[in-house]
């Protein structure tokens, strides 16, 4: 078993994905989705966490060995950016969607070097905007940006094209394939399901 087909299993498991096909969720921007998924549930899943944050250092290691702080989105990338900088025994720092309105007005909280090579810590990857702008915030600070990983990618072309568009290296440790895939397994959708899960995939505005 793929350790992406592994984690899927366990988000689907504990909650953090729910599939619907039939009865879509709505998100903030008011996009319908067959798919819900909300990682911050993996903070009250020992087991879980653990085979998370295995699998980001494993990842890290591999495509980003020279990184020197580990940067956490607020808020849902903080906690696991947290572990695993103390798994990795790096600093860490976390980047607001905005700056403050009060204090010294800082969109970043923590302290890195000039020029440090950083990956930066999402929980999902939908459009991609919100951890973009993370990014571009941390480049403006002075970090060197390694790369993005994330737990979970939608894999919606929007993003895709974000990402290559600003050249912008991102890695995940599960996808939405997989985790249809393993949603089919498991019984909770069924074949003629397929379809439009892809669809939605492929084309998310124009989907019903």
């Known amino acids: 078993m ?5 984690i899927s299993r366990e988000l689907l498991n504990i909650g953090a994905v729910s599939v619907q096909p039939n009865d879509p969720f709505t998100w903030t921007s008011g996009l319908k989705s067959p798919i819900y ?37 607020a808020t849902a990338g903080i906690p696991h950016a947290a572990w695993i900088a103390q798994e990795m025994n790096l600093p860490m720092v976390y980047i607001r969607s905005s700056a403050k309105q009060h204090g010294k007005g800082k969109q970043i909280e923590g302290i890195f070097e000039p020029g440090a090579k950083m990956v930066i810590i999402e929980d999902l990857i939908s459009t991609g905007s919100s951890v973009i702008n993370a990014l571009q915030e941390a480049e403006k600070e002075g970090a060197h940006v390694l790369g993005v990983a994330a737990i979970f990618t939608y894999e919606l072309p929007i993003s895709f094209y974000a990402f ?17 895939e393993v949603a089919l397994q498991a019984g909770v959708i069924k074949n003629e399901d397929i379809n439009r899960l892809n669809e939605w995939k492929n084309d998310p505005k124009s989907w019903r």
């Open 164 to 180: 290559n568009e600003l050249q912008v290296d991102l890695k995940t440790i599960t996808n939405y394939t997989d985790l249809v």
């Open 37 to 73: 998924c909300d990682n911050r549930i993996t903070m009250s899943f020992p087991e879980v966490r653990s085979k998370v944050i295995k699998a980001f250092v494993k990842l890290i290691k591999e495509y980003y060995p020279q990184v020197q702080v580990i940067a956490g989105t």
């Open 2 to 6: 793929s350790e992406s087909i592994e």
